[in-house]
């Protein structure tokens, strides 16, 4: 059987993110939210949570921008998307009211096989060709993906305890 065949190809497509992919965000959401092993935050916690929530509450507004990685049978594996946060009620990445916020998660499964890395290049990519010209994320340190941001682009412009805040050009 061929790769592309095979149901745990690792070949996948990307495409925009639809107000019909509420759930799933909110599953990545939910993955970002608990990278850290042991920690188990429930669904129902990030989404009553109003320093999580606001970055999936009311998906998709008209400012809203993602993408979604779609596995061979159709399945999503993974998703990126930003979300535009103001002064009043900022994110744990806020930079300004014109700087949206990126959140992004792979399915466990799927991870290690390049995804997470094209999902952040075509939403970097997509923003550029929108005219949004920079944005910001949160990492905690220890988490792996920080690696990630680095190496597409993304630098440290404050340190938190445990944290960074990063923000890229886009491009
Ligand atoms: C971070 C994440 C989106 C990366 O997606 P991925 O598909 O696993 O990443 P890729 O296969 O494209 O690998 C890209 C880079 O991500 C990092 N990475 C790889 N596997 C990872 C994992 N299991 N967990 C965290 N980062 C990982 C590495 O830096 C890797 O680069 P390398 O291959 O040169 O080592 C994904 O691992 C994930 O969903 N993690 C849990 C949720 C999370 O931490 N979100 C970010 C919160 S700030």
Do not use: C
Not at 110 to 117: D, F, I, V
Not at 163 to 169: A, H, L, P, S
Request: aromatic residues 8%; glycine residues 8%.
């Amino acid at each position: 059987m061929s790769d592309t065949l095979s149901p745990m190809s690792s070949t996948f497509s990307l495409r925009a993110a639809e107000p019909e992919d509420y759930e799933f965000l909110t599953d990545m959401l939910l993955e970002a939210i608990n990278w850290l092993p042991g920690r188990n935050f429930s669904r129902e916690r990030i989404l009553t949570d109003p320093e999580i929530s606001h970055y999936i509450a009311g998906w998709r507004r008209h400012d809203d921008l993602g993408v979604i990685a779609v596995g061979q049978d159709g399945q999503p594996r993974g998703g990126a998307w930003l979300r535009y946060l103001t002064s009043d009620d900022p994110g744990y990445g806020y930079v300004s009211d014109d700087e949206p916020e990126l959140t992004i998660g792979v399915r466990p499964e799927w991870r290690g096989q390049g995804t997470g890395r094209a999902l952040l290049r075509e939403l970097i990519r997509t923003s550029h060709r929108q005219g949004i010209k920079r944005i910001s994320l949160s990492v905690e340190r220890a988490n792996r993906a920080m690696q990630l941001y680095i190496d597409e682009g993304f630098a440290v412009v404050e340190q938190l305890q445990d944290t960074d805040t990063m923000v890229v050009e886009t491009r």
